[in-house]
């Protein structure tokens, strides 16, 4: 099956500082959506970004699916960014959404 | 328009016991699929269903097995729990589903916490 890396696996920011997270994955894929998991375990959708750049405040996430790889940048982070950060990809070979790791994300105040 | 909702919320049983979990997906989407995640696996996905069809499954036992009704809502049974079964359980639902080449945003619940003794 595919294989989706995502790094660093851990992440220690100053509040204010900004970041860039990772994602590489193995095959061609349909769709690449990137989720911030909260303390109590809820996924909450941050970008549906098969391709391309999308900004939505002070997150911003590209694709370059040509290349296999994902990025998301945080900027001016916040303690409230804390969390967990994870990649899903579904290839264009099967249906099953594949997640990665996931990077865990500490902002300190 | 409401999110996705899953009951219950926290579940504890005990090892040979089977357990049903809940998922209600955003009105008018028709996919809901199935993930399992722990520390050690990650998350993982189980199963998809799409207009009470079972379209795509992981590699988990057939003790795993869920089913849609008609107004989408979809339930996940496991029996014969075993400890390594103690996992957050999420569904997350879509309109357009993962498969047939065009998919769209997935959308999650909450999750089920099952802690199995």
């Known amino acids: 099956g595919i294989q989706v890396e995502q790094s660093p696996p851990d992440l220690i920011l100053q509040e204010g500082a900004n970041s860039t997270l990772r994602c590489n994955f193995s095959?061609?894929?349909?769709?690449l959506q990137w989720f911030h998991q909260n303390p109590w375990g809820q996924l909450i959708n941050l970008f549906y970004?098969?391709?391309g750049t999308k900004q939505n405040g002070r997150l911003s996430a590209t694709t370059v699916a040509t290349e296999r790889y994902s990025l998301l940048y945080i900027s001016s982070s916040q303690t409230t960014d804390s969390g967990v950060y994870f990649c899903a990809v579904l290839p264009s070979n099967d249906y099953k959404l594949s997640f990665g790791a996931g990077t865990t994300v500490t902002v300190r105040a | 328009k409401a999110g996705v909702t899953q009951t219950p919320r926290y579940l504890i049983k005990t090892r040979g016991q089977q357990v049903t979990l809940s998922c209600s997906p955003i009105?008018?989407?028709?996919?809901v699929s199935w993930y399992q995640q722990t520390p050690g696996q990650g998350l993982q996905f189980l199963f998809e269903?799409?207009?009470?069809?079972?379209?795509n499954k992981g590699n988990f036992p057939g003790r795993f097995s869920g089913r849609q009704f008609s107004n989408s809502r979809s339930e996940m049974n496991v029996s014969t729990l075993e400890l390594g079964d103690s996992a957050l359980y999420l569904c997350?639902?879509?309109?357009?589903?993962?498969?047939?080449?065009?998919?769209?945003?997935?959308?999650f619940g909450p999750g089920t916490r099952l802690t199995v003794l």
């Open positions: 009105s008018g989407h028709r996919s």
């Open positions: 997350a639902s879509s309109f357009l589903g993962l498969a047939g080449g065009l998919t769209d945003t997935q959308y």
């Open positions: 095959d061609s894929v349909n769709n």
């Open positions: 269903y799409f207009s009470e069809t079972q379209r």
């Open positions: 970004i098969p391709s």
